[in-house]
T-cell receptor
Framework: AQTVTQSQPEMSVQEAETVTLSCTYD???????LFWYKQPPSRQMILVIR??????QNATENRFSVNFQKAAKSFSLKISDSQLGDAAMYFC????????????FGTGTSLTVIP | ETGVTQSPTHLIKTRGQQVTLRCSSQ?????VSWYQQALGQGPQFIFQYYREEENGRGNFPPRFSGLQFPNYSSELNVNALELDDSALYLC????????????FGPGTRLTVL
């Protein structure tokens, strides 16, 4: 089974600064999808950004971007110009096209934004 | 467009009881997945339903069962509750053509005493 590892249980960043959250995964598949989800205290998981493994270009969504290193099986999330509303748990997730829509999640990184 | 909704929000049960959690999928989505999220952990896949049939299952015992209805809403049933079943239960809906993204509901917090 695929495994997703987030080695940073907690991170903090000053407001307006940049922070990078790490994620690595283990797979023998060549085609798959990667996601970053945000879970605020309200508990509802919200999609932040996604990356298709066949695309070499790193995904970007406004202040959020990823550094996708397929050979290293690494998928980090960079948050630029951090805002107070970015404070949340962030989960990295892997989806295999071979297992339907099953997502494999990491254990999460709790991000604190310091005013 | 209506998002994914779940009921109830919170639930308290005692060990050995049975519980049913409900999920209404986002409009147009025909696939529903259920996840268990223990405190401080990432969500763990329980099972998925596609067009009313179970379409994949994680490492959960048979006392975790589900249903999907013609309107694509879904239920998660857990029998013989154990203390370790205390968790946030998340429902997520999806449609195969939408970049494989799953849309999550707000979850049901189950406490087993």
């Amino acid at each position: 089974a695929q495994t997703v590892t987030q080695s940073q249980p907690e991170m903090s960043v000053q407001e307006a600064e940049t922070v990078t959250l790490s994620c690595t995964y283990d797979t023998s598949e060549s085609d798959y999808y990667l996601f970053w989800y945000k879970q605020p205290p309200s508990r509802q998981m919200i999609l932040v950004i996604r990356q298709e493994a066949y695309k070499q270009q790193n995904a970007t969504e406004n202040r959020f971007s990823v550094n996708f290193q397929k050979a290293a099986k690494s998928f980090s999330l960079k948050i630029s110009d951090s805002q107070l509303g970015d404070a949340a748990m962030y989960f990295c997730a892997y989806r295999s096209p071979n297992t339907g829509n099953q997502f494999y999640f990491g254990t999460g990184t709790s991000l604190t934004v310091i005013p | 467009e209506t998002g994914v909704t779940q009921s109830p929000t919170h639930l308290i049960k005692t060990r050995g009881q049975q519980v049913t959690l409900r999920c209404s999928s986002q409009s147009g989505h025909n696939t529903v997945s259920w996840y268990q999220q223990a405190l401080g952990q990432g969500p763990q896949f329980i099972f998925q339903y596609y067009r009313e049939e179970e379409n994949g299952r994680g490492n959960f015992p048979p006392r975790f069962s589900g249903l999907q209805f013609p309107n694509y809403s879904s239920e998660l049933n857990v029998n013989a509750l154990e203390l370790d079943d205390s968790a946030l239960y998340l429902c997520a809906s999806s449609f195969p053509s939408t970049y494989n993204e799953q849309f999550f509901g707000p979850g049901t917090r189950l406490t087993v005493l």
